[in-house]
């Protein structure tokens, strides 16, 4: 029998901490795919005093495509297979700003950084035993549907271009079904509910997200809530499976959640400016 492999992106705070400290403990080796190496230590340092999994650091920063590429090439060259990759990490940003490869922040690392880390790293995902592939979006893509220019848009809202990341990460869920479940990909999104952690606040805007999760607070669940969604998704691959999902209920969907046209015309797009051919 194989080796049973769980990646994770974005695994050194928040929802991806609870999410990796709770997965560590059904697999044989975690693998942390971080852009902090010196927090993926600590993590790592945490997660072996409290289970015999096997941890791997490996850097990935998901607002750079060459990080990426890095990052993927590292994995080819260890593994042989992948059993469940976790598309954990999430970026907020109040203000505009770009990635290196000038996509807009928020949909250029939750979205398109975890397309093509996907795109990757799915020959070893379609190697395993178990196939699987959850993602972490949020109902956040109720408030905003997708139209053209999808990555370099004049005019930035931080909930819309937040939502509309989150919206195609959905939509790449949805893809990944339908191009692969006859493979035996088992593909789940997840909302993971409002829960707090540093999302969105960045040095220039510290004050002002601060503000916002005092207000807030109250309302939210902790990471170790939030990330119940994305364990129960791992756990139970087949029952999840082209779903998306909070707490173990699956939840119906907008009318744009759904919107098959609106999906083709964002992934295409998406496989244009990446120049892949596929999914």
């Known amino acids: 029998m194989k080796e049973n492999i769980l990646a994770i992106t974005g695994p050194t705070s928040g929802i991806g901490r609870a999410t990796a400290l709770a997965l ?53 060259e260890k593994y042989d297979s992948i059993n469940h990759l976790v598309l954990n990490a999430g970026v907020v940003s109040l203000s505009r700003q770009e990635t290196k490869d000038g996509f807009e922040m928020m949909m250029g690392t939750n979205y398109i950084g975890h397309f093509y880390l996907t795109h990757l790293l799915l020959p070893l995902v379609l190697n395993s035993e178990v196939k699987q592939i959850v ?51 088992k593909t789940t999104a997840v909302h993971p509910g409002a829960v707090s952690t540093n999302l969105g606040k960045t040095p220039k805007n510290e004050r002002f997200g601060n503000l916002v999760y005092k207000t807030l607070d109250p309302f939210f669940l902790s990471p170790d809530e939030g990330s119940v969604s994305t364990v129960k998704a791992v756990e139970s691959p087949e029952r999840y499976n082209g779903k998306y999902m909070h707490n173990g209920e699956i939840l119906p969907l907008k009318k744009h959640g759904n919107d098959i046209d609106a999906r083709n015309y964002l992934i295409s797009a998406t496989l244009d400016v990446l120049n892949l051919t596929h999914l």
């Open 24 to 76: 560590s403990k059904k697999v044989d080796r975690i693998v942390l795919l971080v852009r902090n190496l010196n927090k993926g230590e600590v993590l790592k340092n945490e997660i072996i005093t409290h289970s015999a999994v096997h941890v791997d650091l490996i850097h990935c920063d998901l607002s750079e495509l060459a990080s990426i590429e890095k990052a993927a090439a590292e994995m080819k």
């Open 135 to 185: 993602v972490v979006s949020s109902n956040g893509y109720k408030f905003s549907p997708l139209t053209a220019p999808y990555f370099k848009r004049k005019k930035f809202n931080p909930i819309t271009s937040y939502g509309q990341s989150k919206l195609g990460t959905l939509y790449l869920m949805q893809a990944l079904y339908d191009a692969y479940h006859e493979e035996g990909l």
